[in-house]
Structures are given as structure tokens and as C-alpha cells.
């Protein structure tokens, strides 16, 4: 049984940060491309960043770009979501999903097989 478990959110002031992990198991992680996903109340599903297998190459969203960094760690089978100079529009809940696909890198949430329950992010101004 694939399980994807986020860790790491929490409440923190504008310009603060936070380290968001992924815990996968129950699929063969380095084979897997990974993404951060979040969702702020009443919108729609936000695609954040990705990862490939390899953690050579990685891709994020405009609204992220600059601030957030992705990272992983197959030995450990986690990702990681490192979040800088937070600012209110961030706050979300996040996200982390697994694509099993041949892909380099996915962008859109159709491509990912499994998701997390997701980490509430809360950024105060």
C-alpha cells in the first residue's frame, strides 16, 4: 500500500520558513517523479514544484519561484520542500504526490498517481 505522508507545516510570520518533508513507502521512490501540490480555501489545486527521478532537474510555479526549493533524498525515500521568505498568499494547504511516468518532470496534477493527506501551511502578516 502506497502511503505518502507530509510533515512540517505550521504557522509562521511573513518572511519566515518552513521545511516541508514527504515520507513515501510502499513504491519504489527513485523511480517516481514527485510534486508539491496546495490548495488555499475556496481555490483551485496549485502546482508548486517537481522533481525528477534523479533529483537532477526540477521545475516550480511563478508564484514560488525564487522563494522554494525542492529536494530529495531516494536513500531516505522523502522529499523536501524548503520554503523561504513566506508570504500570507502562501498559506495552503500542501500537498505531495507521486508519479509513476516516464516523464522527466510533471506539472499537472492529472499526472501523479498517489497523494498525501497534505500540511497545513498558515502564514501571518
Known amino acids: 500500500q502506497v502511503q505518502l505522508v507530509e510533515s512540517g507545516g505550521g504557522l509562521v510570520q511573513a518572511g519566515g520558513s518552513l521545511r516541508l518533508s514527504c515520507a513515501a513507502s510502499?513504491?519504489?521512490?527513485?523511480?517516481?517523479?514527485m510534486g508539491w501540490f496546495r490548495q488555499a480555501p475556496g481555490q483551485d489545486l496549485e502546482f508548486v514544484s517537481t522533481i525528477s527521478k534523479g533529483g537532477v532537474s526540477t521545475n516550480y510555479g511563478d508564484s514560488v519561484k525564487g522563494r522554494f526549493t525542492i529536494s530529495r533524498d531516494n536513500a531516505k525515500n522523502t522529499v523536501y520542500l524548503q520554503m523561504n521568505n513566506l508570504k500570507p498568499e502562501d498559506t495552503a494547504v500542501y500537498y505531495c504526490a507521486a508519479a509513476l511516468g516516464s516523464g522527466t518532470v510533471y506539472k499537472l496534477e492529472r499526472s501523479y498517481n498517489y497523494w498525501g493527506q497534505g500540511t497545513q501551511v498558515t502564514v501571518s502578516s
Open positions: 510502499g513504491l519504489s521512490f527513485s523511480s517516481n517523479v
